[in-house]
């Protein structure tokens, strides 16, 4: 696996399989500008690599509030 490095609220890691893009995201909390950040660089190294398919697993302690998950 590798990390892209820059300061943020959560940790990303992607490993680039055969078949598709695998990444992990773990942090102490989430919210919409979070979520919306991360989901962002999961679909810039997916267009980036080519993949088709993406997994996605997520390890975050304190999901965010109401609004924000329907937002």
């Known amino acids: 696996m590798n990390e ?3 300061p ?3 940790r990303l890691t992607f490993e680039e399989l ?3 893009l695998y990444a992990f995201v773990e942090g102490d909390t989430d919210s919409y500008e979070i979520s919306r950040a991360y989901w962002q660089e999961v679909a810039d190294r997916a267009a980036a690599i080519g993949a088709k398919r993406v997994l996605i697993e997520e390890n975050i302690k304190m999901p ?3 609004p924000d ?3």
């Open 4 to 6: 892209a490095d820059s």
């Open 8 to 10: 943020r609220p959560y």
């Open 18 to 20: 055969t078949d598709h």
């Open 64 to 66: 965010g509030s109401f």
């Open 69 to 71: 998950v329907f937002r």
